[in-house]
C-alpha cells in the first residue's frame, strides 16, 4: 500500500499563490504515476496535472495549465502542486493521488489517494 499526505491548502485572494505537498510512504517503488484532482461538492472529482514519477512528463487540465507546476522530489518521495495566479473557480478540495499505471487523465487508473486538502480562492 501506498500512503499520502497532502499539505499546503488555504485561504488566498485572487491572483495569489498557493503550494500543495503530497509525501508519499510505503510501497513507494510501485508508483509510475503521481497526480492531483480537485473536487466541489456536488461535482465529479476532475484531473489537474499529473507526473511521470521517473521520466518527467508532466500533463495538466486546459484549465490549469501555464497557471500550476507539478513537480516532484524524487529523494523526499513527494509531489507539489504550486497554484499561481489563482481564481475563486480553482476553489475545492485537491486531492494527491498514485498510480502503478503510465496513465495519466482517469481517475480510476490512481489506486491510492489522500485524505485531500481545501483550497479557497476569495474574489
Known amino acids: 500500500q501506498v500512503q499520502l499526505v497532502e499539505s499546503g491548502g488555504g485561504l488566498v485572494q485572487a491572483g495569489g499563490s498557493l503550494r500543495l505537498s503530497c509525501a508519499a510512504s510505503?510501497?513507494?517503488?510501485?508508483?509510475?504515476?503521481m497526480a492531483w484532482f480537485r473536487q466541489v461538492p456536488g461535482q465529479e472529482r476532475e484531473f489537474v496535472a499529473a507526473?511521470?514519477?521517473?521520466?518527467?512528463?508532466?500533463y495538466y487540465a486546459d484549465s490549469v495549465k501555464d497557471r500550476f507546476t507539478i513537480s516532484r522530489d524524487n529523494a523526499r518521495i513527494t509531489a507539489y502542486l504550486q497554484m499561481n495566479g489563482l481564481k475563486p473557480e480553482d476553489t475545492a478540495v485537491y486531492y494527491c493521488?498514485?498510480?502503478?499505471?503510465?496513465?495519466?487523465?482517469?481517475?480510476?487508473?490512481?489506486?491510492?489517494w489522500g485524505q485531500g486538502t481545501q483550497v479557497t480562492v476569495s474574489s
Open positions: 510505503g510501497r513507494t517503488f510501485s508508483i509510475a504515476t
Open positions: 507526473s511521470s514519477w521517473r521520466y518527467g512528463p508532466t
Open positions: 493521488a498514485t498510480s502503478t499505471k503510465n496513465e495519466y487523465y482517469a481517475m480510476t487508473r490512481y489506486e491510492y
